[in-house]
């Protein structure tokens, strides 16, 4: 394609993009980046980020317990709406 042409979308084209399934951010990657941005301001030492380390390995704590305890199941939801007292005989 040559330099300074207008490039041109389709509405077919907005339609593939629209069915690409959407990725967020890797788990603890806000952490991830403050280690790797401060590393070079700290010149690589690694004393200035021990704190930044400290909050990586917090958030990886807590995401391997979410993942550990896992999702309720559905039932667990529904019950909250289910009337005890429906089918008892009197």
């Not at 629209?18 to 690589?44: V, W, Y």
């Not at 390995?57 to 317990?65: F, H």
């Amino acid at each position: 394609m040559a330099r300074g042409r207008a490039i041109k979308l389709t509405m077919e084209h907005l339609k593939i993009a629209a069915r690409k399934p959407r990725f967020s951010d890797p788990p603890c990657h806000e952490e991830t980046m403050k280690i790797l941005n401060g590393m070079q301001a700290a010149n690589f030492d690694s004393a200035p980020l021990y704190k930044y380390v400290k909050e990586y390995d917090a958030c990886r704590e807590r995401l391997k317990e979410e993942r550990k305890r896992g999702k309720p199941s559905t039932l667990y939801y529904l019950s909250k709406y289910v009337n005890q007292n429906k089918n008892r005989i009197k």
